[in-house]
């Protein structure tokens, strides 16, 4: 994939970028509702924009109120095929609503559990018997 872009005093650079770059672009969702009417865009971005920033194109949108998703289907598999990524949350939407047969993805991180202490004084406690309270 070649871009041509002004710099300077109207000079023309040509950069070439390959599936590496592409990588760096996501499908994801972008929330457009006001406060308690989420409602949300599906986007192609750089990975790297806010949330509210800049777009490449928009798919589709998510109405989670009414439970309506539309999406144009074959822009989307377009994007995956130059090499941009899916967003959990939106591969998991996609397959609920039946647009694709791929496996759901896990869109969260479980917690870690803390770890139980295993100190050495422990097993010696065991060992050494306790001292009854006996008063003489």
Known sequence: MRLARKVGNGLLSVASFDKIWLTMLNVKLQRIGKRGQAYFRVVVAEHTKKPKGEVLEILGSYDPHKKNLKVKKDRVEYWISVGAGVSPTVNNLMV?????????????????????????????????????????
């Open 96 to 136: 609920n609503y039946k647009q694709w047969d791929k496996p759901k993805m896990q869109s969260w991180k479980p917690k870690r559990s803390p770890k139980p202490e295993t100190s050495a004084s422990s097993p010696e406690q065991s060992a050494v018997p306790e001292a009854s309270a006996t008063t003489q």
